[in-house]
């Protein structure tokens, strides 16, 4: 996993190849100034730790099915007798958590 400053390194190549930037101020288009270019490079970082860290979260919480069919496939397996790691629950959530590990 890389480091907050190695992940700057990443944003700072990924900002200088992207310049000129520009903002919109009293619907006037200035291009950004240091500080703004220095606060670009911090937020895009911030995000790329985001995403390292916590990527895989995000990516099962779309992955899941919605509360209401995960109950659904607990009744059913809970009536079923298979209130274990042979229902259909258990299973779906297994392949979500398969499919997107934790670093």
Not at 39 to 61: F, P, V
Not at 67 to 89: C, I, N, R, S
């Amino acid at each position: 996993m890389a480091t907050i400053e190695e992940l700057r390194v990443t944003a700072t190549s990924e900002i200088e190849a992207a310049k000129p930037l520009y903002k919109q101020v009293n619907n006037e288009r200035l291009e950004f100034e240091s500080a703004d270019y220095d606060q670009a490079i911090e937020d895009l970082a911030q995000a790329k730790l985001d995403e390292q860290d916590n990527g895989y979260s995000y990516d099962r919480a779309k992955a899941y099915d919605s509360v209401v069919d995960q109950l659904d496939l607990l009744y059913h397996d809970m009536t079923a007798d298979k209130g274990d790691k042979t229902g259909e629950w258990y299973k779906a959530i297994k392949a979500v958590k398969d499919a997107n590990p934790k670093p």
